[in-house]
Every structure is written in structure tokens, then in C-alpha cells.
């Protein structure tokens, strides 16, 4: 089996392309290292037994692709490739669209052309809005996003939806993830975000390393065990691995299926940073902030049905996302090399 990656040289993709060639699935990556350094291929080249090919372009590129298509024998594709930062997308809504919507339509398109025809698809538990009760299941209605990132991976569902509908020759997976964080074991590969970290773990990390002075907390008012928000933190090597079985999954049955990928156990932002200082030994410290806009208290999903269909499960606590997040923040204080 041979699997296009796009976004295959990120945080997310370069860790399932370790996992897909280690399970024995043939890669080729697609990425226009616009949120990555290319150096990540070679850490992902350290980390495997066997060669694979990588493309540098742009998903939008419609000849671009077509040639990849056509050089390359493409069983299935997973797609990550997109742009991902809520804040951003706000103050850019076009470049946001025309990147993961229009990015999307072109690639669909192309595979269509070329009778590739099963995808697995990089969404987000954020889909599910801010009115739906943890634990999330996959049945719960969505669309209730609050911010342009979030709706593209909402038009993306529909999109991916209508094409089944249409066709049910495609086989396609949704794959719900909730809050990605750690590293590869070795600490070669991790998350490398440009400029101020938007997300907690990569922003903790920064001011263990000493980046930053001090982590801002965002609310302690909200209705959870310690005022702070809840969410479900899930290792990025368990991610990986539940992108391994959805692959299979769509090269084996036609259908259009959808999964949450998380733990089921929510943390609140002072459990992590808890837990991190026990894993790292090294203090964090932070400061109350007002609540961040769009923020819900808790969010964490009911896993369930990707163990009954995938048979696959998150096997890495906390404390091991921890200690992975540490491990590669500390043996990499800026992060990939040029
Ligand atoms: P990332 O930015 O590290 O990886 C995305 C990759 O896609 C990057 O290497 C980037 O250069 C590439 N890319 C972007 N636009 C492209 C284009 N037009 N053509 C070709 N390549 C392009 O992000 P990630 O954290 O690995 O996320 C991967 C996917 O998972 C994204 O679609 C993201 O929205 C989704 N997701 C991420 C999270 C998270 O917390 N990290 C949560 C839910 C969903
Ligand atoms: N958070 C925080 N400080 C930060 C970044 C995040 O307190 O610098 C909180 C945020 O309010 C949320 C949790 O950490 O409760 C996870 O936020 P993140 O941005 O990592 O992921 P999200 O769940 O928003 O996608």
C-alpha cells in the first residue's frame, strides 16, 4: 500500500509517516513547507528503515499534483495539509479558506481524476462547537464553530460528506482529533511552532527552556474541578498510530466514517503544568489571565467508537507526553534546524 501525506512534513505528519512506514505502508509526502522546516524529512529519514520520496507543493497547485498523481502509484491519501492557527484565521478568513477549502476541492479533484479515491482527513474535535456536554461522540451535532479555522474543517466535513453521498465508490474517514501534544521518543521530532506558541504544551515548554518568563493561564472561573479549562490531551505517536488504522480502515471498506481520536480523560491546564514540572523537574511559572476568547471549560471526547472500528486506543498518559514534550524542547531549544 502506497499512502500520499499532505502536511506530511508537520508536527502530526511527520509522526504518522514514522508510524505508516514502521506498520509497512509505502509514503510519499506533499508538503509546501510553508509551517515546517525541511529538515523534518530528515529526521523522519533517521527514524525509518526504508526510503520514500517527498514533493514540495503546494496543494493548490492543480498540474503540480497531477504530476505527483501520475509519477507516483497512490493507493490512498491522508490529508493534513492546512493551515491551523484559530487566532490567525480570524484576522486572515480568505487566506484560510482558499488554503484548507480550496486546497481541499483541488485535491479531491485531482485524485478523482486519477482514481484515487479514499482519503483520511485531519478534522478537529473543535467541529463540535461550544454547546455540545462532554464526553464528545462522534453522533452530536456540529457546526457550531466560532472562528474561520474552524469552519473550514466544518466545510470540509460537509464537502467530504456530499462527495460520498454522490459516490459511494469513495471511502472516506474523518478523523475528530482532540488535543495533540509530545514528541517522538527519540526527541528528534516534535511540535516547532513559528513565533508565540498558540497552544499550552508548546508554550510550557518555552518557558521551561526559558523562552518565556511565565506561562499565562487563561481563567480560573470556570465550572471544573480547578477553575481552569479542561481538554483532552492526547500523545502525537497515539494519534499517529490511529491514522495507521483509519488508512487500513479506507483501504479496506467503502463508506464515509467518522472518529474522535483522544484519551477520554480531561486535565485542566494546571494538572499539565503539574504534570510537567514533575516530569521535567524544572518549575513553570504563570499567572490568572482573563478567559480567551472563543474558550469552552471542558472539552473531551467518548472514544469509544474508534475502539470498536479501529481497534484502536490512546496507550500514553500524561505524564509520558510530558516527559516526550520535555525530551524534544530541551534537546532542540529552537526547534528544527534550517
Ligand atoms: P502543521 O502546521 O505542523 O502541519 C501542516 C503541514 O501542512 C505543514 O507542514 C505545512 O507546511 C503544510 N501545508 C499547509 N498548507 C499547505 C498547502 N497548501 N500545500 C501543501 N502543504 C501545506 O500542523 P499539524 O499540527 O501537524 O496539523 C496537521 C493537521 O491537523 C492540520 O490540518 C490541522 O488543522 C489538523 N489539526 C491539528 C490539531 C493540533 O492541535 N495540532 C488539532 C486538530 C486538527
Ligand atoms: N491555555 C492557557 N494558556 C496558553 C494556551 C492555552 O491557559 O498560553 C489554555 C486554553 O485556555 C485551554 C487549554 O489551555 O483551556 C488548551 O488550549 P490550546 O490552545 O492548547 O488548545 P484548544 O483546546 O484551545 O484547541
Not at 479555522?149 to 472516506?172: F, H, P, V
Not at 488535543?179 to 521551561?208: C, R, W, Y
Not at 465550572?223 to 495507521?244: E, F, N, P, Q, S
Request: proline share 3%; net charge negative.
Amino acid at each position: 500500500m502506497s499512502v500520499l501525506v499532505t502536511g506530511g512534513a508537520g508536527y502530526i505528519g511527520s509522526h504518522t509517516c514514522v508510524e505508516l512506514i514502521n506498520a509497512g505502508i509505502d509514503i510519499v509526502i506533499v508538503d509546501n513547507f510553508y509551517n515546517c522546516k525541511k529538515s523534518s524529512i530528515d529526521r523522519i529519514r533517521a527514524l525509518v528503515d526504508r526510503d520514500f520520496k517527498y514533493y514540495e507543493c503546494d496543494i493548490r497547485d492543480r498540474e503540480g499534483m497531477d504530476r505527483i498523481f501520475k509519477a507516483e502509484k497512490i493507493d490512498s491519501v491522508i490529508h493534513f495539509a492546512g493551515l491551523k492557527a484559530v487566532g490567525e484565521s480570524v484576522e486572515k478568513p480568505l487566506e484560510y479558506f482558499d488554503n484548507n477549502v480550496n486546497g481541499t476541492l483541488v485535491l479531491l479533484d485531482v485524485m478523482r481524476n486519477n482514481g484515487c479515491k479514499k482519503i483520511v482527513f485531519s478534522s478537529s474535535a473543535t467541529v463540535y462547537g461550544m454547546n455540545n456536554i462532554s464526553p464528545l461522540t462522534e453522533d452530536m451535532a456540529v457546526g457550531g464553530v466560532t472562528n474561520p479555522y474552524g469552519r473550514t474543517k466544518y466545510m470540509i466535513e460537509c464537502i467530504l460528506q456530499d462527495l460520498y453521498a454522490s459516490d459511494n465508490s469513495w471511502s472516506i474517514c474523518l478523523l475528530r482529533y482532540f488535543n495533540p501534544i509530545g514528541a517522538h521518543k527519540s526527541g528528534t521530532m516534535g511540535e516547532d511552532p513559528n513565533g508565540i506558541p498558540n497552544n499550552l504544551m508548546p508554550f510550557i515548554t518555552q518557558v521551561a527552556i526559558g523562552k518565556r518568563d511565565h506561562l499565562n493561564v487563561f481563567g480560573d472561573d470556570y465550572d471544573t474541578h480547578d477553575g481552569t479549562g479542561v481538554r483532552d490531551y492526547i500523545h502525537v505517536v497515539d494519534l499517529a498510530l490511529g491514522h495507521v488504522k483509519a488508512v487500513q480502515k479506507v483501504e479496506k471498506d467503502n463508506g464515509c466514517f467518522i472518529y474522535n481520536l483522544g484519551t477520554g480523560i480531561g486535565y485542566s491546564v494546571l494538572d499539565v503544568v503539574k504534570a510537567f514540572e514533575k516530569a521535567s523537574g524544572v518549575t513553570i511559572p504563570y499567572e490568572i489571565q482573563a478567559r480567551r476568547a472563543g474558550d469552552i471549560a471542558t472539552c473531551y471526547s467518548d472514544p469509544s467508537k474508534a475502539l470498536a472500528e479501529l481497534n484502536w486506543k490512546a496507550e500514553r498518559g500524561l505524564e509520558e507526553m510530558c516527559e516526550d514534550s520535555w525530551r524534544w524542547q530541551s534537546q532542540n531549544p529552537n526547534g528544527y534546524p534550517d
